[in-house]
């Protein structure tokens, strides 16, 4: 139902700062959280930081607190994860994600829609 593409992906140095884009197309009207999620090799996908599109309240890892924010554009279908002084142990895969439940958001598999995924590469 939902479509997403992600963009802003790169590689920088530690310290350094990316802002990723997830742009959302089809039907869109039953979407309850959005959120971005990522996954390194070897490990397990993990979520990084969410949205409640009704209220619009963020929710965070305790790894990124401080570091990143999310945020979305409603007119523009755009959610964005603006991430600041990134470490190496930031590098992943990173994945938007939309769901339509109410619970569990920390879980991927609340969420029906996923993007392809973008690269972001920290070195020291």
């Known amino acids: 139902q939902v479509q997403l593409v992600e963009s802003g992906g790169g590689s920088v140095q530690a310290r350094g700062s990316l802002r990723l884009s997830c742009v959302a197309s089809?039907?869109?009207?039953?979407?309850?959280?959005m959120g971005w999620f990522r996954q390194a090799p070897g490990k397990e996908r993990e979520g990084v930081a969410i949205?409640?599109?009704?209220?619009?309240?963020?929710f965070y890892a305790d790894s990124v607190k401080g570091r990143f924010t999310i945020s979305e554009d409603k007119a523009k279908n755009t959610v964005y994860l603006q991430m600041n002084s990134l470490q190496p142990e930031d590098t992943a895969m990173y994945y938007c994600?939309?769901?339509?439940?109410?619970?569990?958001?920390?879980?991927?598999?609340?969420?029906?829609?996923w993007g392809q995924g973008t690269q972001v590469t920290v070195s020291s």
């Open positions: 994600a939309a769901g339509d439940g109410f619970t569990g958001i920390w879980s991927p598999r609340m969420y029906n829609a």
């Open positions: 089809g039907d869109t009207r039953y979407t309850k959280y």
């Open positions: 949205i409640s599109i009704r209220t619009g309240n963020p």
